[in-house]
């Protein structure tokens, strides 16, 4: 008996790394400046907001985003964490940071 190689056994496509160097600051008021590095092989990023351990999503972004600033009345402290995603699911999230908004 002769097996045919299933072609789509062999291509998996892996989860991204978890985006690293997450920090952000507010240096307006009312806006949360939020960056990060940039992963290989991400499809979009996934950005949430709350206060930890309450988060809601705040932005789906696409591959290649380095950035991203939110308009939210302040001041408040608001904790952020992002992962990205790819057709392989998705990457662990990111550490929470809290950004105390102006």
């Known amino acids: 008996m002769i097996f045919a190689a299933n072609p789509y ?3 998996t496509v892996t989860p991204p790394a978890t985006p690293g160097s997450f920090s952000g600051s507010s240096t307006s008021p009312g806006y949360a400046d939020l960056t990060w590095t940039d992963v290989v092989g991400e499809s979009e990023y996934e950005l949430e907001y709350g206060t930890a351990p ?3 999503p705040l932005a789906t972004l696409p591959a290649g985003t ?3 600033t ?6 408040v402290d608001v904790d952020y964490r992002i992962r990205a995603n790819n057709a392989g699911g998705s990457s ?3 550490s ?6 102006l």
């Open 9 to 11: 056994l062999f291509n």
């Open 54 to 56: 309450s988060f809601f």
């Open 66 to 68: 380095i950035s991203y």
């Open 70 to 75: 939110h308009s939210i009345t302040g001041p």
């Open 92 to 94: 662990a999230w990111s």
């Open 96 to 101: 929470t940071i809290t950004v105390s908004v």
